[in-house]
């Protein structure tokens, strides 16, 4: 019996449709798990993603709201962008934060890493905690069109749980500050 961890993939041949400096698409055809012909596609980001939690002494936190346009609809999440894989994360979190928010954090810590979409991307997503919060001027990008709310950690906590805020760096990030919350931890 094999290693349930070995790969049961065979790739026959690969060819790549797309490609921009974001992402690039690769069409393979491969033999599958039980032994079949068949095809897969898979994206290639060429970047981190990066989401950051900022929460201030009074458990307060700070939501960016922007219209998405691979959803057509308008999303609240959490400050969140793309790092560079060249750029420690961190810098590219603190990056992000000023940016989007025009928040400096004194205190770092990494709250977790996760795949974002592991059926059809690469895509590795690191967040972080930020303390020690200190106001400047946000910096946002030409294609952002940021709203910026404050709100009790408590809050959004709520709206990730009744639905209101489904964007998946949110959801894990607020939901392990919930856990963290809860165990003494944060």
Not at 62 to 82: D, H, I, K
Not at 95 to 101: I, K, S, V
Request: hydrophobic fraction near 35%; glycine fraction near 6%.
């Amino acid at each position: 019996m094999p290693n349930s961890e070995e790969n049961p993939w065979q790739i026959v041949s690969e060819k790549i449709p797309y490609d921009n400096p974001w992402i690039r698409v690769t069409e393979y055809q491969v033999i599958n798990p039980s032994g079949n012909p068949g095809i897969y596609g898979k994206v290639h980001f060429k970047g981190f993603a990066i989401g950051v939690l900022p929460l201030d002494e009074h458990l307060n936190t700070y939501l960016v709201g922007q219209y998405r346009f691979p959803l057509n609809q308008y999303s609240w999440e959490l400050p969140e962008g793309g790092g560079a894989l060249d750029v420690d994360p961190l810098d590219s979190a603190r990056r992000e934060l000023l940016e989007e928010t025009g928040l400096k954090a004194d205190h770092w810590q990494e709250l977790q890493r996760m795949h974002l979409s592991n059926s059809v991307t690469d895509e590795l997503c690191i967040v972080y905690l930020a303390r020690g919060l200190h106001q400047f001027e946000s910096e946002p990008e030409e294609t952002e069109q940021l709203v910026v709310r404050k709100l009790l950690f408590e809050e959004v906590y709520q709206m990730v749980t009744n639905g209101q805020i489904t964007d998946s760096v949110t959801v894990a990030a607020v939901l392990k500050a919930r856990v963290l919350q809860l165990e003494g931890k944060l």
